[in-house]
């Protein structure tokens, strides 16, 4: 990837590196990272090095009447102007000098706007407009006639107000072995940044996949990984406590014909005082807990990695299946997992030019 800005925006910190360089420098760090836990051996899938990222933020520079797109800079000290970032999908980058342009001719819209996000989708662009103001009908009414001439959904954000010009949702659209599977992703809600390497991360969990019988999986988002891993299992158990993340999940098994999954709003500390008849829920209603035979659990937690009570919970699996985006916690809770040997280990390159990666860990516990 070329970008006139490295060496100076803070997002991209490799960027005197070849991407091969930066693949060889990220594997000797998890080397390391590794060693008391004895991973030497482990693959590592490559994303494409520009154009990956379908989500993305940027700030809002006002310089009199022109605006610029703003990413912190490298050093730390202050914002630096952009005009494009070769990261987003094309669909974003196509997007963002057209954006701009209407913004910058329309007062009512330029005012005290201080940031954009943008969310893409093989179909459609959503973008959120992020305000230091109230916002009005009139607002609404200018904003409708830029979504409909750049044709996107559009929201407008301010303290306590959601403005929603079409839809604050989109439907995307992801291959999995040659299968595609269809995913309501909310506004604001967590999904893959990147669905070149997401795709790799579903295809290597479901080639893992053995002796299955049902599914037990945790953090289940909006169901990104449980709708293709359905198919391998009889019946699959996710938990999650976002309302909104449970709502979409359920949309996108509409969307696909998926009937065998159960999702739960619930923690693992709850489910845990069910399973062992500690406490009953109401949502728990109508769902036979002794009925499922869990062979595999599944957990794709969030940076802080898995609270100790949870891992101990775990511990009466025979068989984690491990998906981290922060190779300290996963280490951590590995270790935590006293009993278990790592059968299979492999990194995904989500963002080049960064020192981020992602790691899998399939978890086999010692007989």
Same mark, same amino acid.
């Given at each position: 990837m070329h970008c006139r800005y490295f060496g100076e925006c803070g997002s991209c910190k490799l960027f005197n590196l070849s991407y091969d360089q930066q693949i060889e420098q990220k594997k000797e760090l998890i080397k390391e990272l590794f060693e008391s836990l004895h991973v030497k051996d482990f693959s590592l899938r490559q994303s494409t090095d520009s154009h990956y990222r379908n989500r993305a933020e940027f700030r809002i520079w006002h310089d009199g009447e022109s605006l610029s797109y703003a990413m912190g800079k490298l050093d730390g000290k202050g914002a630096l102007k952009i005009e494009n970032c070769p990261k987003v999908v094309k669909q974003i980058y196509d997007l963002m000098p057209l954006l701009k342009e209407e913004i910058e001719q329309n007062q009512l819209l330029?005012?005290?706007?201080?940031? @954009?996000e943008f969310?893409?989708?093989?179909?459609k662009c959503l973008v959120s407009?992020?305000?230091?103001?109230?916002?009005?009908?009139?607002? /609404?009414? /200018?904003?409708?006639? @830029?979504?409909q001439k750049l044709g996107i959904s559009l929201i407008g954000r301010s303290r306590k107000v959601k403005k929603v010009i079409n839809e604050d949702f989109v439907i995307d659209s992801l291959k999995i072995n040659n299968e595609t599977y269809k995913y309501k992703i909310i506004e604001g809600g967590f999904s893959q940044p990147n669905s070149f390497m997401n795709a790799q991360m579903i295809e290597w969990v479901l080639e893992h996949i053995e002796d299955a019988k049902d599914l037990l999986e945790l953090y289940c988002g909006h169901g990104n990984f449980t709708l293709p891993l359905s198919k391998k299992f009889r019946r699959v158990l996710a938990t999650e406590i976002s309302k909104s993340s449970i709502a979409s999940a359920l949309k996108s098994c509409e969307l696909n014909g998926i009937e065998n999954i159960e999702f739960l709003r619930m923690s693992a500390e709850e489910l845990t005082s069910a399973l062992d008849k500690e406490r009953e829920f109401n949502r728990l209603k109508g769902i036979d807990l002794d009925s499922y035979d869990f062979s595999h659990v599944f957990v794709d937690p969030p940076r802080a990695g898995i609270d100790e009570k949870s891992l101990t919970f775990l511990k009466r699996f025979d068989t984690i299946i491990y998906i981290s985006c922060n190779p300290q916690t996963l280490k951590r809770d590995i270790e935590f997992l006293e009993d278990y040997e790592i059968e299979d280990f492999i990194l995904f390159d989500q963002f080049p030019h960064t020192l981020h990666v992602e790691a899998g860990a399939i978890l086999k516990k010692r007989i």
């Open positions: 330029k005012r005290k706007l201080f940031a @954009v969310l893409s989708s093989t179909q407009l992020l305000y230091h103001k109230p916002l009005d009908d009139s607002w /609404e009414e /200018e904003a409708k006639i @830029v979504a």
